[in-house]
């Protein structure tokens, strides 16, 4: 005989159609049912459109936290002799912070255990990135990522599939019935992982505009309010930095030239905004595991960071000094005429990098490492009749023409640019 269950799953999903709140237990039952299979999928996304459309309280989402937190294994660093520091950001065009970032922080003592994605749609991942280094693997056992903690001080690898895996369930089907931009679950299924994994402090890089996941600036920083108070709220000492995704980060939009760049920014030089906004993460992770002090400028400056990077990547097989794949065909694109670049969209070119083959459309599908972008100039930039303003890269240049279709109207040149504000827009702490 099966068992009785405590609630019937009804009487929820009606409770927050009418605007209700579900208790703790009820909370604690529905992830629990849902991951035994007995809450079905449908039943699970008609609650999921329920909480899109009507929202949750703090507590609901710290109880809905923790039930998909309590589905799956948690991960502990106690057992290493130094602080954790991780980072998290919301996804964007161009963003490879994390590349030189988790390096940068490790030379201070810190370890970074990085669990990190591959990319979905026009948003890059960390692993599909440094996996164009030869060689180089993301799956680690346990062991091997203590182990590299302890030795190297920084990992980036692949999130097991033990961590809160209610979430990864009800990720799915949130793809699949519209519900992905609810702040509750996005916050709830962000910080879930974060806290299974152990982590001792978090910084949240959340990014507003046209290439992030949220566009608005207001809802980027209740989404940011949101999963500050949770991480607090579990003892994970937890700040967001609200971050401009308007323009692309960077030069390099792809896999093998993300790279790149990292890797000059590593040796010291790379794009401003790239090497601002690393600088400013490494900050705020190296103050919240006490440090407020550490000279993270220096560290760049004079290789002790490329001294970690390159450990990092040959403790997981990767051969940092071997050369990254190049792409067969290339298209440059050029200025129509003198001028200022006065616009540069994020999202088309993230859309357009992915038509490339740099990004993919389903979880299985495998990346091309050497597509992507490369932009030659910068919104502010003067820039002359003919001159090149980016240009793409693929295996199959039949992937050109509707990459270049995405970029229609994505950029333009004008007598004058409006100045851009700073990369981070605001500081949010508990
Ligand atoms: N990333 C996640 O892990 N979960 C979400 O809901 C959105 C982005």
């Not at 298209?331 to 129509?336: C, D």
Request: hydrophobic fraction near 45%; charged fraction near 25%; glycine fraction near 10%.
């Amino acid at each position: 005989m099966s068992p009785v269950e405590a609630f019937d799953v009804v009487d929820l999903i009606r409770t927050k159609r009418d605007r209700g709140e579900l208790t703790t237990p009820q909370i604690d039952w529905l992830i629990d049912a849902f991951t035994r299979g007995y809450v079905a999928d449908e039943q699970m996304s008609a609650l999921a459109m329920a909480i899109l459309l009507n929202g949750m309280e703090r507590r609901e989402i710290r109880d809905l936290t923790m039930a998909m937190i309590a589905s799956g294994e948690r991960m502990s660093f106690a057992a290493l002799d130094k602080p954790t520091s991780d980072k998290h950001s919301t996804g964007g065009v161009g963003d490879k912070i994390t590349l030189p970032l988790a390096p940068l922080v490790a030379v201070f003592g810190v370890a970074v255990p990085q669990l990190s994605g591959r990319g979905l749609g026009h948003t890059g991942g960390t692993l599909d990135k440094l996996e164009s280094i030869p060689g180089w693997r993301a799956a680690l056992t346990n062991d091997e990522m203590m182990r590299q903690l302890t030795e190297v001080g920084a990992v980036i690898c692949a999130a097991g599939s033990g961590l809160a895996p209610a979430d990864k369930r009800l990720y799915a089907l949130r793809d699949t019935t519209g519900t992905v931009e609810a702040i509750p679950l996005i916050a709830s299924s962000i910080m879930s992982k974060k806290i299974a994994e152990g982590t001792g402090a978090l910084v949240l890089d959340v990014k507003f505009g046209s290439g992030a996941f949220m566009q608005e600036y207001e809802r980027a920083e209740e989404l940011a309010r949101t999963m500050v108070a949770l991480g607090t709220d579990a003892g994970v000492a937890t700040t967001a930095l609200l971050t401009d995704m308007n323009v692309p980060l960077g030069l390099a939009i792809g896999n093998a030239n993300e790279v790149r760049e990292s890797v000059e920014v590593l040796a010291g030089g790379g794009p401003a905004d790239v090497v601002q906004l690393t600088i400013a993460l490494a900050r705020e992770m190296l103050t919240l595991a006490g440090q407020p002090d550490a000279d993270v400028e220096s560290a760049l400056a004079d290789g002790r960071a490329m001294d970690v990077w390159k450990r990092m990547i040959r403790a997981q097989d990767g051969d940092p000094d071997a050369p990254l794949p190049v792409a067969k065909e290339t298209h440059v694109v050029t200025a129509s005429r003198d001028g200022v670049l006065a616009t540069q969209e994020a999202l088309p070119f993230g859309i357009a990098a992915w038509r490339l083959g740099a990004g993919r459309a389903r979880q299985q599908d495998p990346v091309v490492h050497a597509a992507g972008i490369d932009l030659h100039a910068k919104p502010g930039d003067e820039v002359r009749a003919g001159q090149p303003l980016f240009t793409l890269s693929a295996d199959d240049g039949a992937r050109f023409p509707r990459a270049l279709e995405a970029l229609e109207g994505a950029y333009s040149i004008a007598d004058s640019a409006a100045p851009r504000g700073p990369i981070v827009r605001a500081r949010i702490e508990a």
